[in-house]
C-alpha cells in the first residue's frame, strides 16, 4: 500500500512569507500528526489532528496552524516565517490510538 | 508534560560490537516505541513494548521494557554498518493524541 506523502519535498521562502506543507496518510488512517526536526532540538511535536479535529498541539507559537480534511489529509502553515523555522518538517499517519506513526520523508524549509 | 530522556546521545563502534541505548521517564509509561531513522531519512517504527519486564527480540535486536515501567532498551548486538542511524524512544501523552520523542541516540559504525 502507498505510503505517507509529504509535498513539497524541499522548498525556499523568504523572511516574512508564509508557507503550507501537505500531508497524505495511508488510506485509512484518520490519525495525522506534525513534527519539527533540527540538529538542536531533535523531533519536536507540532500537532495531532483525527477526524478532522485537532486534539493536541504543541509548544509552538501562533504562526504555526494546521487542519485535516475529510479524507484525512492533512495541511500545516507557518506564517510570518522566520529564519528559527529552517527545518525538516514530518507528517505521520496511524490508525488511532497508541500504535506505530508511520512518517512521510519530510519536506525540508529552508527560510532566507 | 510527558518526557523522556535517553543516553548517550553519541555512540560509535567498531563492527562487530554491542551497542544498547536507554530511554528514562520519571513517571510510569502505559508503553514505550522506538524507531529508527537513518542519515537523509525519515522515523522508521520499529517496537511496541507494553508489559511489565517485557522482552522482545528483532534480529539482533532486543528491546527491553524496565519491571516498573519507567524505562526501556535498545541493545544490538554484533553491529554492522547498516545499524548506522539515530534511535528513538518515544511515548504518548495521557490521552494518547500527542507522541512524545526522545532526543536520540545517534550510532556510528566503523568497519
Known amino acids: 500500500k502507498a505510503g505517507v506523502t509529504q509535498t513539497p519535498r524541499y522548498l525556499i521562502k523568504t523572511r516574512g512569507q508564509q508557507v503550507t506543507l501537505s500531508c497524505s496518510p495511508i488510506s485509512g488512517h484518520r490519525s495525522v500528526s506534525w513534527y519539527q526536526q533540527t540538529p538542536g532540538q531533535g523531533l519536536q511535536f507540532l500537532f495531532e489532528?483525527?477526524?478532522?479535529?485537532?486534539?493536541n498541539k504543541g509548544n509552538f507559537p501562533g504562526r504555526f496552524s494546521g487542519r485535516q480534511f475529510s479524507n484525512s489529509r492533512s495541511e500545516m502553515n507557518v506564517s510570518t516565517l522566520e529564519l528559527g523555522d529552517s527545518a525538516l518538517y514530518l507528517c505521520a499517519s496511524s490508525l488511532a490510538g497508541a500504535r506505530g506513526y508511520t512518517f512521510g520523508s519530510g519536506t525540508r524549509l529552508t527560510v532566507v | 508534560g510527558q518526557q523522556v530522556m535517553q543516553i548517550p546521545q553519541y555512540q560509535h563502534v567498531q563492527e562487530g560490537e554491542d551497542f544498547t541505548t536507554y530511554c528514562n521517564s520519571s513517571?510510569?509509561?502505559?508503553?514505550i516505541q522506538w524507531y529508527k531513522q537513518r542519515p537523509g531519512g525519515h522515523p522508521v517504527f520499529l517496537i511496541q513494548?507494553?508489559?511489565?519486564?517485557e522482552v522482545k527480540k528483532q534480529k539482533r535486536l532486543t528491546f527491553q521494557f524496565g519491571e516498573a515501567k519507567k524505562n526501556s532498551s535498545l541493545h544490538i548486538t554484533a553491529t554492522q554498518t547498516t545499524d548506522v542511524g539515530t534511535y528513538f524512544c518515544a511515548v504518548f501523552n495521557q490521552a494518547g493524541t500527542a507522541l512524545i520523542f526522545g532526543k536520540g541516540t545517534t550510532l556510528s559504525v566503523s568497519s
Open positions: 513494548l507494553v508489559k511489565s519486564g
Open positions: 513517571t510510569t509509561l502505559s508503553n
Open positions: 489532528y483525527f477526524s478532522e479535529t485537532q486534539r
